[in-house]
């Protein structure tokens, strides 16, 4: 069975400086997905970011980037230029392309960024 | 478009009642996911239809729950005689290819 590990409950980092939050999962798939989401305080999940498991260039959206490392299983975020609307709670999910795509996802780490 | 809604948001009942959600998808989003997700905790997939057919169950349905999904549109999430450990945030999500889910606000249910 796939699992996603979130290893920082939360994190604080100060307006404009760069954080990385920390993502490992478990699965024996060669071919899968790996996302991160964030959910602001009440309100909805929004995609940040998407790795392809073939793709051995890591996805960047802006500010935001990844680290992925295939082989050691870890998938960590990238946030540079911290500003107050990251603040969020960021989870980090694995998909199976499988016939259902479920998302499977970790426990969360909850950002607060400083002013 | 503006993306996926749910309805209601939050919703009050009393342990023993009966309690159904609604989740519209984004048009033309042929699949649609439930997930379940608790206080501090990350989501936990619940079901999923791709069209009107509901191809997955996860464990976590108990028999007191039943998803639906009638021609394929709206999808509906009914639990009967609820109980307090069924407190949770459920979200609803859509996705055209399914490796990209784009989720509604979800529903706040409170079991007193």
């Known amino acids: 069975a796939q699992t996603v590990t979130q290893s920082q409950p939360e994190m604080s980092v100060q307006e404009a400086e760069t954080v990385t939050l920390s993502c490992t999962y478990d699965?024996?798939?060669?071919?899968?997905?790996l996302f991160w989401y964030k959910q602001p305080p009440s309100r909805q999940m929004i995609l940040v970011i998407r790795?392809?498991?073939?793709?051995?260039q890591n996805a960047t959206e802006n500010r935001f980037s990844v680290n992925f490392q295939k082989a050691a299983k870890s998938f960590s975020l990238k946030i540079s230029d911290s500003q107050l609307g990251d603040t969020a709670m960021y989870f980090c999910?694995?998909?199976?392309?499988?016939?259902?795509?479920?998302?499977?996802f970790g426990t969360g780490t909850l950002l607060a960024v400083q002013p | 478009d503006t993306g996926v809604s749910q309805d209601p948001r939050h919703k009050i009942t009393k342990r023993g009642q009966n309690v159904t959600f609604r989740c519209d998808p984004i048009?033309?989003?042929?699949?649609l996911y439930w997930y379940r997700q608790t206080l501090g905790q990350g989501p936990e997939f619940l079901t999923y239809?791709?069209?009107?057919?509901?191809?997955?169950k996860s464990r976590l349905l108990s028999d007191r729950f039943s998803a639906e999904r009638p021609k394929g549109s709206f999808s509906t999430l009914e639990i009967q005689r609820t109980e307090q450990g069924d407190s949770a945030m459920y979200l609803c999500?859509?996705?055209?290819?399914?490796?990209?889910?784009?989720f509604g606000p979800g529903t706040r249910l409170t079991v007193t």
């Open positions: 239809f791709q069209n009107e057919a509901q191809l997955e």
């Open positions: 048009s033309e989003h042929n699949r």
């Open positions: 999910a694995f998909l199976y392309g499988g016939a259902t795509n479920k998302l499977i």
């Open positions: 790795q392809e498991a073939y793709k051995q």
């Open positions: 699965t024996s798939e060669n071919n899968y997905y």
């Open positions: 999500a859509s996705s055209v290819t399914g490796d990209e889910q784009y």
